[in-house]
């Protein structure tokens, strides 16, 4: 796990820094990218569980940003929590940090608002992608430090060959 904390904390500090050099790319970085981060390295996830989740922030950012684009208000504010609470629950995407994904377009001083969904699945499924890699690290630097000590790992498919007879 802690191979996945470093490459997490390196691709969020990558992506404030491409958001704060890149005029465009201002809508990247967002603080609950932080909360995702934590989710999604805490809790052993499928991807395909990571890959509804990321489609709930997606959608809740697009919804988030209809209505802030109609209406910019306190009451739109209102519906838009409403909407998002009600899908997570009827989907059961299990992230509440969809929620806060969905206020973006609401404190969010950008003036490329339609660009917030398309970022939440930019970073998401970067984020994605760095876990993977972060998976494939470990597994990898597992072997390396088995060699360095002198062990013999088994690989996992002998353990499973094991464990069934």
Known sequence: MKIKVVFVCTYIMLIYWLSLHVSFLDTLFFPTIG????????????????GKITLGAVIS????????????????LFVNVLITIWLITKFKWNAPPIVAVSLIPFFSHSSHHWIIPASVCAALLGLMLVLFAAERAERGWGNVTAVWLGSKRVPETEKLDAASR
Do not use: H
């Open 35 to 50: 909360a995702f981060s934590f989710l999604f390295v805490s809790r052993s996830f499928r991807y395909a569980e990571l």
């Open 61 to 76: 950012s697009a919804i988030g940003t209809l209505l802030y684009s109609v209406y910019p208000s306190p009451v739109s």
